[in-house]
């Protein structure tokens, strides 16, 4: 009989705000230990939280991204427990009423195909310092500089059935909060990590005991973790015993998890709400001004990449709605539909569906290609060589797009000789080369250097016809193979007149040129 | 001449009777002479008062002045103060030396008052007597066998021997009224929200409020235009107009200064748990508002009998919270021998706190332990609202109310420790200003025939400071309980 | 409800508080007598009474989000137990 593996997760983002969450102290990663903790951050007597605005927002705009409840009332409350890089002796979080409940994130799963994972919530939090466990004659060092940096907890539903599915979750989440810049998705640095709760059961039984495994900072890790896990499971329940609710620990090392807390020491954490903080009231007005400054989200804009029209565009959108529109007229439900009201704003490039979803990615590829579009240059050209040319050159620098020393108007430009001929595409590739080098911002960059190189295609029909005549009158044998019928002999000969020419000839006009003169 | 008011002080030095240096040396030697017999300060700041004081005198000269310039005063032990030790009356803070000011300390600082010294409290504010500070008790200047009150007994007894004009307090549970009841001064709780807990050491975050001692409401008057504003560093600090606190003292109101005021007497504060003494003065004292013109109602606030064990779900639940940052990691006491790391949090705070300290911890924690926490806390927080609501009820009916404010005077050392819910029952009347937020005031009616302080409550509904500090300047205008000074302050 | 032994040690536990085999029955006896105190809030009706957590009706201020604060661990650890190269030293955690 086979086993049904349920999946939750719970993601800790660390907001990219300036300061922290309750504290005017820096967020910056990498300070010499206890510099940015302040007095608030260390829990001195007599210090008090005050919060964090730009925190706030964040999880605003994060509840909007997923399509959740903005909860305009919620309480921050604390979380009591020992340990010493937990300063207050309590975290404050949030617990009954947090500022984002439900919502949801699209995944494509390997067996089941495009699924929505439901999320219960998403709460502001503050996070703990850190222990550094080298030897400190036989004890722990304590720095917590990361003491107070804001976090949003985004809690699933257990919906997901497989490693991969929880992958993709974690992966798709990691590139909305990214998207809509509420976190650098740093995982290495910790800003992006994963609790995975992890069940399994008979399928159509309901949910077997979980155990939460803690940390999980790489999307390899991830994986790993629960597989392990569930092999584990599978393992106990198989031998006749059964799963203890706990808490585990992954060890990369040993590719395997292990227990965390012993039973006996069940925490308690006697929420209560923050006396310190009266409740967190979010009106109408700030959540209507952050849906207005929202960036267009990935899956609008794949769509709006591929649509070919306006109308083709709406079409999309209502087709992926999940229920049946058909009912509906296209301008009805384009009111009342405010991410497509934006994005109709913006143009469609009929791209296909596999290159509109590679510039979506991330959002400066998304933008790099469109502000290369809007520079003058064909949205398919674009596309090409924004996946094509930039992105390899980009993997050779090991930079991202944004420092990309070639910027989308000096592209735009380079695609603008190709398209009327001035270059063929294979010197634009020499020119983009150059201007890699040099860096390149302007939209006259490209003719700076085809003019200097002097690389301007040869279209002269005169020039041309003699450069022909040439390679005619000195190549008597090939001619001679071509006419006795070897159609390679030709491409011999137009390989000729385009070295004649040092590649600047027009190869389209070479082509004419050669055969009407061989008749 | 240190034994003078506030408001007289102020005058002479702006006169230039007299000079702050003068002054602050003779308030230090005062403080040093009874010290031994009261133990009302933990630290005497003797250098540092002085060049304060200095600095008040230049600042004079220079018509630069604050409007407090040059007086000294002594802040409750339980307040940061940059430089300054800050032990909060217990053993887990006795080396601990403040790197910031409060709130209400800067403000004090601005308006130009000399700060001579931190004065001895319960331990953590946890008390009604002052008999569990590590530092010892303090004790009560009209009888040195009796307690001053607490949990501000320091401040209090410190203000009731003319040691120094005025001092700060705080007050989460009656821990300014009682003591000033107790020691035959005025102590005034404000409004929650008036003036900032920044730098105030939390014992119970919504209750905790920070106010002022002096002989006189004209005096608390003075101290709460310093104390009282806006602070950003506290999510809970109210943002509202600047209030100017003696506003209404000058008015002249002829004869019958009160006209018009309705006083109401709650029912439940007038019951058969008074001391016979302690009821008979404030029945005279209340005879004393209707001469001058008041008239009075009676009052129903059923749900008030219920403030002690409603404080005892709440405050205690706080305190546990609160007080887990002293955990032997980044100040304050550390055990010196332990086992691992939880024995280091164990013994750290089984040895850095008292006995009612730790008990209040537990109790704390218990009500919000699982299972609990519906029971206890949440339980208490309903029964607030509904004591609340009989306050509000009450406002529709009178101006003011009026008690005693604590059931009996100050009582003898040790009489009370041995049954805690006995000494938490002296807070019966002052809890619940705290539990609602409004703000109330003792002033002194009265003595009884062993010549102990009997203290009046003036409650009043929220931001009705400068009309309760009116209503007991028109009472001392006509009274003289507040000049009264014990044997061992008049002795000299 | 009544509070047992066993919970004035549990509690103690949580709140990281050595209670000594001497002293357990005492403060056993004291917390014990408290309680009986609070239990009187038993007896109140408070169905759909909202709890009271905070002394005024107020929503919460927040602060623009802007560093403000400058390096004091210098202050701040002057006071500390135990440090080293910038770090409060704590016995060994095990997790
Ligand atoms: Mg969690
Ligand atoms: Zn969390």
């Known amino acids: 009989m086979t086993w049904e593996v349920v999946i939750g997760l719970e993601t800790h983002a660390q907001l990219s705000t300036a300061s922290k969450i309750f504290s005017g102290a820096a967020t910056a990663f990498g300070a010499a230990p206890n510099t940015p903790a302040s007095a608030v951050d260390i829990a001195l007597p007599g210090v008090l939280p005050v919060l964090n605005k730009g925190a706030v927002e964040r999880a605003i705009r994060f509840g909007l991204a997923v399509g959740a409840t903005i909860n305009t009332l919620s309480v921050f409350a604390r979380k009591n427990y020992f340990y010493p890089d937990l300063p207050k002796g309590y975290q404050i979080s949030q617990f009954e009423i947090p500022v984002v409940n439900g919502g949801e994130i699209a995944i494509v799963s390997p067996t089941r195909g495009e699924i929505r994972v439901r999320l219960t919530r998403a709460h502001l939090e503050e996070d703990a310092g850190k222990s550094l466990h080298e030897d400190y004659h036989g004890m722990t060092g304590i720095d917590l500089n990361r003491a107070g940096t804001p976090l949003l907890e985004i809690v699933s539903e257990p919906d997901m059935r497989s490693s991969d599915e929880a992958v993709a979750y974690a992966k798709s989440l990691h590139e909305l909060v990214r998207w809509i810049e509420i976190c650098d998705g740093n995982m290495q640095e910790g800003s992006f990590r994963c609790d995975a709760n992890v069940s399994i059961r008979r399928p159509g039984e309901p949910l077997g005991t979980r155990c939460e495994i803690k940390t999980l900072n790489s999307f390899r890790f991830l994986q790993q973790a629960i597989d392990f896990e569930v092999r584990r499971q599978i393992a106990v329940i198989e031998d006749g015993g059964t799963i203890v609710q706990e808490t585990r620990l992954y060890d990369p090392d040993r590719n395997q998890t292990r227990s965390m807390r012993s039973k006996e020491d069940a925490q308690d954490y006697r929420y209560f709400p923050d006396p310190d903080l009266p409740p967190l009231a979010i009106d109408r007005g700030w959540i209507e001004r952050v849906r207005r400054d929202m960036p267009e989200l990935a899956p609008m804009r794949r769509l709006r990449f591929s649509a070919t029209s306006r109308e083709h565009l709406v079409e999309l959108v209502k087709g992926g709605a999940g229920v049946d529109l058909s009912e509906m007229s296209d301008q009805v439900y384009e009111e009342s539909n405010p991410a497509l009201q934006a994005s109709g704003q913006r143009p469609t490039h009929g791209l296909t569906l596999a290159d509109a979803s590679a510039l979506v990615q991330d959002r400066a590829t998304a933008d790099y290609f469109e502000s290369t579009v809007a520079g003058g240059a064909d949205a398919k050209a674009a596309a090409n060589w924004v996946l094509g040319e930039v992105a390899a050159a980009l993997n050779r620098a090991g930079i991202g797009i944004a420092a990309a020393p070639v910027s989308p108007a000096a592209l735009a430009g380079l695609l603008a000789r190709i398209a009327d001929g001035t270059i063929s595409g294979k010197i634009a590739k020499e020119i983009f080369d150059a201007m890699w080098a040099s860096g390149a911002r302007g939209a006259r960059d490209a003719d700076a250097i085809i003019d200097a190189k002097g690389l301007r295609q040869i279209s002269d029909e005169g020039a041309i016809e003699r450069l022909v005549d040439e390679v005619i009158a000195g190549n008597a044998g090939i001619v001679a193979e071509f006419r006795a019928g070897r159609e390679k002999a030709f491409n011999s000969l137009v390989g000729k007149v385009m070295a004649a020419s040092r590649g600047k000839a027009n190869p389209g006009q070479v082509n004419a040129i050669l055969r009407r003169k061989l008749g | 001449?240190?034994?003078?008011?506030?408001?007289?002080?102020?005058?002479?030095?702006?006169?230039?009777?007299?000079?702050?240096?003068?002054?602050?040396?003779?308030?230090?030697?005062?403080?040093?002479?009874?010290?031994?017999?009261?133990?009302?300060?933990?630290?005497?700041?003797?250098?540092?008062?002085?060049?304060?004081?200095?600095?008040?005198?230049?600042?004079?000269?220079?018509?630069?002045?604050?409007?407090?310039?040059?007086?000294?005063?002594?802040?409750?032990?339980?307040?940061?103060?940059?430089?300054?030790?800050?032990?909060?009356?217990?053993?887990?803070?006795?080396?601990?030396?403040?790197?910031?000011?409060?709130?209400?300390?800067?403000?004090?600082?601005?308006?130009?008052?000399?700060?001579?010294?931190?004065?001895?409290?319960?331990?953590?504010?946890?008390?009604?007597?002052?008999?569990?500070?590590?530092?010892?008790?303090?004790?009560?200047?009209?009888?040195?066998?009796?307690?001053?009150?607490?949990?501000?007994?320091?401040?209090?007894?410190?203000?009731?021997?003319?040691?120094?004009?005025?001092?700060?307090?705080?007050?989460?549970?009656?821990?300014?009224?009682?003591?000033?009841?107790?020691?035959?001064?005025?102590?005034?709780?404000?409004?929650?929200?008036?003036?900032?807990?920044?730098?105030?050491?939390?014992?119970?975050?919504?209750?905790?409020?920070?106010?002022?001692?002096?002989?006189?409401?004209?005096?608390?008057?003075?101290?709460?235009?310093?104390?009282?504003?806006?602070?950003?560093?506290?999510?809970?600090?109210?943002?509202?107009?600047?209030?100017?606190?003696?506003?209404?003292?000058?008015?002249?109101?002829?004869?019958?200064?009160?006209?018009?005021?309705?006083?109401?007497?709650?029912?439940?504060?007038?019951?058969?748990?008074?001391?016979?003494?302690?009821?008979?003065?404030?029945?005279?004292?209340?005879?004393?508002?209707?001469?001058?013109?008041?008239?009075?109602?009676?009052?129903?606030?059923?749900?008030?009998?219920?403030?002690?064990?409603?404080?005892?779900?709440?405050?205690?639940?706080?305190?546990?919270?609160?007080?887990?940052?002293?955990?032997?990691?980044?100040?304050?006491?550390?055990?010196?021998?332990?086992?691992?790391?939880?024995?280091?949090?164990?013994?750290?705070?089984?040895e850095g706190f008292g006995a009612e300290v730790k008990r209040r911890i537990l109790v704390g924690t218990y009500v919000l332990s699982h299972g609990y926490y519906d029971a206890y806390y949440v339980k208490a927080q309903q029964v607030r609202r509904l004591i609340a609501d009989d306050y509000a009820r009450a406002w529709r009916e009178c101006d003011i109310l009026v008690g005693p404010t604590a059931p009996s005077p100050a009582f003898r050392f040790g009489d009370k420790t041995d049954d805690p819910v006995q000494m938490y029952l002296n807070d019966i009347y002052t809890i619940a200003a705290n539990l609602t937020g409004a703000p109330a005031i003792s002033i002194p009616c009265g003595f009884t025939r062993a010549g102990l302080p009997i203290g009046l409550q003036i409650q009043g509904d929220y931001f009705s400071e400068a009309a309760i500090l009116d209503v007991a300047h028109r009472y001392q205008q006509a009274t003289d309980w507040h000049a009264r000074v014990p044997r061992i302050a008049a002795a000299e | 409800m009544t509070l047992t032994l066993d919970q004035v040690r549990r509690i103690a536990h949580l709140a990281r508080i050595e209670i000594d085999a001497s002293e357990a029955d005492a403060v056993h006896a004291k917390l014990e007598s408290i309680f009986e105190m609070i239990n009187r809030l038993q007896a109140v009706d408070t169905q759909g009474v909202v709890p009271m957590s905070h002394a005024q009706d107020v929503s919460l201020p927040m602060r623009e989000d802007a560093v403000s604060e400058t390096d004091r661990r210098a202050d701040y650890q002057r006071v500390a137990p135990a440090v080293e190269d910038g770090l409060y030293l704590v016995p060994r955690v095990v997790e």
């Open chain 2, 1 to 350: 001449m240190s034994d003078g008011t506030l408001a007289a002080l102020s005058r002479r030095l702006a006169a230039r009777e007299i000079s702050s240096v003068e002054l602050v040396a003779e308030t230090l030697d005062r403080i040093d002479a009874h010290q031994k017999a009261l133990n009302a300060f933990v630290t005497v700041d003797r250098d540092g008062a002085l060049a304060q004081a200095k600095a008040a005198d230049a600042a004079r000269a220079k018509g630069a002045a604050g409007p407090l310039a040059g007086i000294p005063i002594a802040h409750k032990d339980v307040l940061m103060t940059a430089g300054l030790p800050t032990t909060c009356g217990s053993r887990m803070l006795a080396d601990f030396v403040a790197p910031y000011d409060a709130h209400v300390v800067e403000g004090l600082k601005r308006a130009g008052t000399v700060l001579v010294g931190k004065t001895n409290m319960d331990e953590f504010a946890m008390g009604s007597s002052n008999e569990t500070s590590y530092f010892g008790p303090v004790r009560n200047p009209w009888d040195l066998d009796r307690v001053p009150g607490g949990s501000s007994g320091g401040s209090a007894a410190a203000v009731a021997a003319r040691l120094v004009p005025a001092a700060t307090g705080t007050d989460t549970g009656g821990s300014i009224r009682q003591p000033a009841s107790l020691t035959g001064i005025c102590g005034l709780k404000p409004t929650y929200g008036v003036a900032s807990r920044y730098g105030l050491i939390a014992f119970a975050s919504s209750l905790d409020t920070p106010g002022p001692f002096a002989q006189t409401a004209e005096d608390c008057a003075l101290m709460m235009n310093a104390m009282a504003g806006h602070d950003p560093r506290d999510s809970t600090s109210l943002d509202r107009p600047v209030e100017d606190y003696t506003r209404r003292l000058s008015r002249s109101k002829g004869a019958r200064p009160l006209e018009g005021l309705r006083v109401g007497l709650p029912r439940e504060y007038f019951g058969k748990g008074n001391d016979t003494e302690v009821a008979a003065a404030v029945q005279a004292a209340v005879a004393e508002f209707v001469d001058l013109g008041a008239r009075t109602v009676e009052v129903g606030l059923p749900a008030v009998d219920l403030s002690v064990p409603v404080y005892y779900g709440i405050a205690p639940a706080a305190a546990s919270s609160n007080l887990s940052r002293f955990d032997g990691v980044r100040y304050g006491h550390r055990a010196a021998r332990y086992d691992d790391l939880n024995d280091m949090y164990r013994k750290t705070r089984a």
